[in-house]
């Protein structure tokens, strides 16, 4: 293939995921989006959990249980002569970690909010990581067909609470029983709002001229309200910027009801507008660029047991340049070893379809056992390592037993490949035998523990444990290599009772209390303490822990 059908391929990627606070109808939104996208004709509902028909993108048995998103998701589906690759993160805060690895993979983002909540806690911590990377974001304000909180106050508060400046591009007349549609303000027309929930109906009646007598007539005062207030926000908003929209400074901001297909249509073309393709990714050696010819990408999710009949286990994959061919050579620069992957797939969530191509931008999975981790790089040779992958310090602990001891080779299997996933980290004591869950959220624990029974046949008995602190221990004597292992060593040895080795063997020390941390960092003033460890290495990254 030729440079310029690599440039004109990457050319039309789009690759952004869905953000948002529980609830705010961010996986709704996704469905939404597949269908007006041609992916699906029919959109299940998240929270019928008795129903047939559940949300593409929730395909765990538990998600469909609880109403709930537990895992990130991957579409892709072609709009508009463009690829789109769609990543739907959970919303709920104990998988947070899932999601900022999740960001680490897209050019953009699209944030959904909640118009009678306004901005969220998750949503700041989202956008914290979006603005650290300098992500763009657009913005959707659901939910228009409740009563919901004034616009000109949804404005000012995402201006405020985000630190970021907001141009409206589309305006509500109305809300709630009385929602009548939408302004929009660049194609200079109202879209007016009618009901449906599974299906895309076609084009929403649409008037002419914002200014137009018909719609005072039609809309009385909430037209009205609403013109005056597109006055005010005008003279308030800057004039859209492409420069600080990519620059993460600024963010288009459209309003619509996703449970009813209204101001999905608009949301999704602002996406192929708007959203940058794919652009450079910095790795420890040198950045890449998405146009060059050798094949190059990461691995930031591995999910178990997709398909629970055949026990799979998918290393989703971000391609960052090239051009993939099923069946071509790779090399994994962590270990060395080398992959003639013939089975890669795409994915409409858990649909998948034997791919055999991909570029920049795409999101691909590659069907292993074991052979590949969170974090890894593949190249078609070169030794690169790509950075930014993190994994936090847990904050709450649980140790782990099986019930039945017959079971225990399938408690390790299953345990070992979930934490493989990063669903929850997995900690071996150096000194004993129990194995350590560590998670950010109490919820991680029950989905592991229903994961286990269900997907890995083993009822486990997850119970309290001590730990409430927990850091990946480090060394720098300044006096080499050899040094610092001798040193690390001797740490290790003199607290054995108290360290554990997660997925990768990366040395962790766990304590009770804040107060015996800070007397061990001044104990052992060679030994460093991380908060955050990194696929590449262990490294802080303040902006990250906000």
Same mark, same amino acid.
């Given at each position: 293939?030729?440079?310029?059908?690599?440039?004109?391929?990457?050319?039309?990627?789009?690759?952004?995921?869905?953000?948002?606070?529980?609830?705010?109808?961010?996986?709704?939104?996704?469905?939404?989006?597949?269908?007006?996208?041609?992916?699906?004709?029919?959109?299940?509902?998240?929270?019928?959990?008795?129903?047939?028909?559940?949300?593409?993108?929730?395909?765990?048995?538990?998600?469909?249980?609880? +109403?709930?998103?537990?895992?990130?998701?991957?579409?892709?589906?072609?709009?508009?002569?463009?690829?789109?690759?769609?990543?739907?993160?959970?919303?709920?805060?104990?998988?947070?970690?899932?999601?900022?690895?999740?960001?680490?993979?897209?050019?953009?983002?699209?944030?959904?909010?909640?118009?009678?909540?306004?901005?969220?806690?998750?949503?700041?911590?989202?956008?914290?990581?979006?603005?650290?990377?300098?992500?763009?974001?657009?913005?959707?304000?659901?939910?228009?067909?409740?009563?919901?909180?004034?616009?000109?106050?949804?404005?000012?508060?995402?201006?405020?609470?985000?630190?970021?400046?907001?141009?409206?591009?589309?305006?509500?007349?109305?809300?709630?029983?009385?929602? #009548?549609?939408?302004?929009?303000?660049?194609?200079?027309?109202?879209?007016?709002?009618?009901?449906?929930?599974?299906?895309?109906?076609?084009?929403?009646?649409?008037?002419?001229?914002?200014?137009?007598?018909?719609?005072?007539?039609?809309?009385?005062?909430?037209?009205?309200?609403?013109?005056?207030?597109?006055?005010?926000?005008?003279?308030?908003?800057?004039?859209?910027?492409?420069?600080?929209?990519?620059?993460?400074?600024?963010?288009?901001?459209?309003?619509?009801?996703?449970?009813?297909?209204?101001?999905?249509?608009?949301?999704?073309?602002?996406?192929?507008?708007?959203?940058?393709?794919?652009?450079?990714?910095?790795?420890?050696?040198?950045?890449?660029?998405?146009?060059?010819?050798?094949?190059?990408?990461?691995?930031?999710?591995?999910?178990?047991?997709?398909?629970?009949?055949?026990?799979?286990?998918?290393?989703?994959?971000?391609?960052?340049?090239?051009?993939?061919?099923?069946?071509?050579?790779?090399?994994?620069?962590?270990?060395?070893?080398?992959?003639?992957?013939?089975?890669?797939?795409?994915?409409?969530?858990?649909?998948?379809?034997?791919?055999?191509?991909?570029?920049?931008?795409?999101?691909? +999975?590659?069907?292993?056992?074991?052979?590949?981790?969170?974090?890894?790089?593949?190249?078609?040779?070169?030794?690169?390592?790509?950075?930014?992958?993190?994994?936090?310090?847990?904050?709450?602990?649980?140790?782990?037993?099986?019930?039945?001891?017959?079971?225990?080779?399938?408690?390790?299997?299953?345990?070992?490949?979930?934490?493989?996933?990063?669903?929850?980290?997995?900690?071996?004591?150096?000194?004993?035998?129990?194995?350590?869950?560590?998670?950010?959220?109490?919820?991680?624990?029950?989905?592991?523990?229903?994961?286990?029974?269900?997907?890995? #046949?083993?009822?486990?008995?997850?119970?309290?444990?001590?730990?409430?602190?927990?850091?990946?221990?480090?060394?720098?004597? #300044?006096?080499?290599?050899?040094?610092?292992?001798?040193?690390?060593?001797?740490?290790?040895?003199?607290?054995?009772?108290?360290?554990?080795?997660?997925?990768?063997?990366?040395?962790?020390?766990?304590?009770?209390?804040? +107060?015996?941390?800070?007397?061990?960092?001044?104990?052992?003033?060679?030994?460093?303490?991380?908060?955050?460890?990194?696929?590449?290495?262990?490294?802080?990254?303040?902006?990250?822990?906000?």
């Amino acid at each position: 293939m030729s440079a310029t059908d690599v440039i004109r391929e990457v050319a039309r990627r789009r690759t952004f995921a869905i953000i948002s606070h529980p609830d705010a109808g961010k996986t709704t939104l996704t469905e939404k989006l597949l269908l007006y996208g041609g992916a699906i004709f029919i959109a299940g509902s998240v929270k019928a959990r008795k129903a047939a028909r559940h949300a593409t993108s929730d395909w765990m048995e538990i998600e469909k249980q609880r +109403g709930i998103s537990v895992a990130s998701s991957v579409m892709q589906m072609e709009y508009r002569d463009c690829v789109i690759n769609l990543l739907d993160t959970p919303g709920h805060q104990d998988f947070s970690e899932d999601t900022y690895r999740v960001l680490t993979a897209v050019d953009a983002a699209l944030m959904v909010i909640d118009a009678a909540n306004g901005v969220e806690p998750q949503t700041r911590r989202l956008l914290q990581v979006c603005r650290a990377r300098n992500t763009p974001i657009l913005t959707f304000v659901n939910k228009m067909d409740r009563e919901v909180k004034a616009p000109l106050d949804l404005f000012d508060e995402i201006e405020a609470e985000l630190g970021m400046s907001v141009v409206p591009f589309t305006w509500p007349v109305g809300m709630g029983k009385v929602f #009548g549609g939408v302004l929009d303000l660049r194609r200079d027309q109202m879209r007016v709002f009618s009901p449906g929930e599974d299906r895309a109906t076609g084009q929403e009646e649409v008037i002419d001229g914002i200014g137009n007598a018909q719609l005072a007539e039609r809309f009385g005062m909430n037209y009205e309200q609403a013109a005056g207030e597109v006055e005010l926000v005008r003279e308030a908003a800057p004039s859209f910027d492409e420069a600080q929209f990519l620059a993460g400074h600024q963010t288009p901001m459209f309003f619509g009801s996703a449970i009813n297909n209204f101001g999905v249509q608009e949301v999704l073309d602002a996406l192929v507008d708007l959203a940058p393709p794919p652009g450079p990714k910095a790795a420890l050696q040198r950045t890449v660029q998405p146009t060059e010819e050798k094949f190059t990408g990461v691995v930031f999710k591995i999910q178990a047991n997709m398909d629970p009949a055949h026990r799979d286990r998918i290393a989703f994959l971000r391609v960052a340049s090239g051009h993939f061919e099923r069946g071509m050579r790779l090399k994994v620069t962590r270990s060395g070893k080398e992959l003639r992957p013939n089975t890669v797939v795409s994915f409409l969530s858990q649909r998948r379809e034997l791919l055999e191509e991909a570029y920049a931008g795409d999101i691909i +999975g590659i069907p292993n056992h074991g052979v590949l981790q969170l974090g890894d790089t593949l190249t078609e040779g070169e030794p690169l390592q790509f950075t930014g992958l993190p994994f936090f310090a847990p904050e709450m602990f649980r140790s782990v037993e099986v019930a039945d001891p017959l079971r225990t080779k399938q408690l390790r299997a299953g345990l070992t490949q979930l934490g493989e996933e990063g669903a929850i980290q997995v900690f071996r004591p150096v000194a004993g035998s129990v194995l350590l869950l560590g998670a950010v959220g109490q919820l991680q624990f029950e989905v592991v523990a229903h994961r286990l029974e269900h997907e890995y #046949g083993c009822k486990a008995r997850i119970m309290p444990a001590r730990y409430n602190v927990a850091r990946w221990v480090t060394c720098e004597t #300044g006096e080499g290599a050899a040094a610092d292992e001798r040193e690390l060593k001797r740490f290790i040895d003199g607290n054995s009772h108290r360290v554990a080795l997660d997925a990768v063997d990366a040395p962790c020390v766990l304590l009770e209390y804040a +107060g015996e941390l800070r007397a061990m960092q001044e104990n052992w003033p060679k030994i460093k303490f991380h908060a955050l460890r990194e696929h590449a290495g262990l490294v802080f990254q303040k902006q990250l822990e906000g």
